[in-house]
């Protein structure tokens, strides 16, 4: 059981590339969702998805999109990469619904990503 | 806005003595209440949780945290730190109910001395 899987682990991309980081998950989760964490900031979710075909904004989500065709896959996609971006990237699932029974978030190794 | 506070961005402790982590929120309602600790080059792992019920919750590796309505905390305690215990904590909170979507506080280093 892989859990949550995130690729690549490192990247470095040059300012306006584009880029896609995948995550998948084999746990069966409804709910996806990617976050952001920079020094001194703690983590800050960009985009989530509560399903199949259903993706909504967080708190930071210019200059990303996302899309969710799958259960298994969310991937995040910059257009076009600028330094402001640079961060380590944390992808995320858990079962949907709240409750005392509900399981909180699975996170992934995360992605380090570097734009210059 | 809703809000999650960590006041302490470092604290250092000696192997064997005690250690409480502060955390505070800012939210009228009871939110879901988490804590997760990430080792260097780490994803996040759960030490803990509270969604409801008894207000001293108990975690993984000996840590335990207790909700204080009246102050809007969850602080995070163990009674005896190991040097692996060394890494950074996160306090997070869902203000939306569902146990989905985090705020994250800005997290507080432990570090630990021999």
């Known amino acids: 059981n892989a859990g949550v899987t995130q690729t690549p682990k490192f990247q470095v991309l040059k300012t306006g590339q584009s880029m896609t980081l995948q995550c998948a998950q084999d746990?069966?989760?409804?709910?996806m969702s990617w976050y952001r964490q920079d020094p001194g900031m703690g983590l800050r979710l960009i985009h989530y998805?509560?399903?199949?075909?259903i993706t909504d904004q967080g708190e930071v989500p210019n200059g990303y999109n996302v899309s969710r065709s799958t259960t298994e896959d969310f991937p995040l996609r910059l257009l076009s990469a600028a330094p402001s971006q640079t961060s380590v990237y944390f992808c995320?699932?858990?079962?949907w619904g709240g409750g005392e029974g509900n399981q909180p978030q699975h996170f992934g190794d995360g992605t380090r990503l570097s734009i210059l | 806005a809703q809000s999650v506070t960590q006041p302490d961005i470092h604290i250092t402790v000696s192997e064997g003595a005690s250690l409480e982590l502060r955390c505070n929120y800012s939210?009228?309602?009871?939110?879901?209440l988490f804590w997760y600790v990430q080792s260097p080059g780490q994803g996040l792992q759960l030490l803990l949780k509270?969604?409801?019920?008894?207000?001293l919750v108990q975690g993984i590796k000996g840590f335990e945290a207790e909700f204080k309505r009246s102050q809007s905390s969850f602080n995070l305690r163990k009674p005896s730190v190991h040097w692996s215990d060394a890494a950074e904590y996160f306090c997070?909170?869902?203000?939306?109910?569902?146990?989905?979507?985090?705020?994250f506080g800005t997290g507080t280093q432990l570090k630990v001395e021999l």
């Open positions: 746990m069966n989760h409804e709910y």
């Open positions: 939210y009228g309602a009871t939110p879901y």
């Open positions: 995320a699932s858990s079962p």
């Open positions: 997070a909170v869902d203000f939306t109910g569902g146990g989905n979507k985090l705020t």
């Open positions: 509270y969604f409801s019920g008894d207000t």
């Open positions: 998805s509560v399903g199949a075909g």
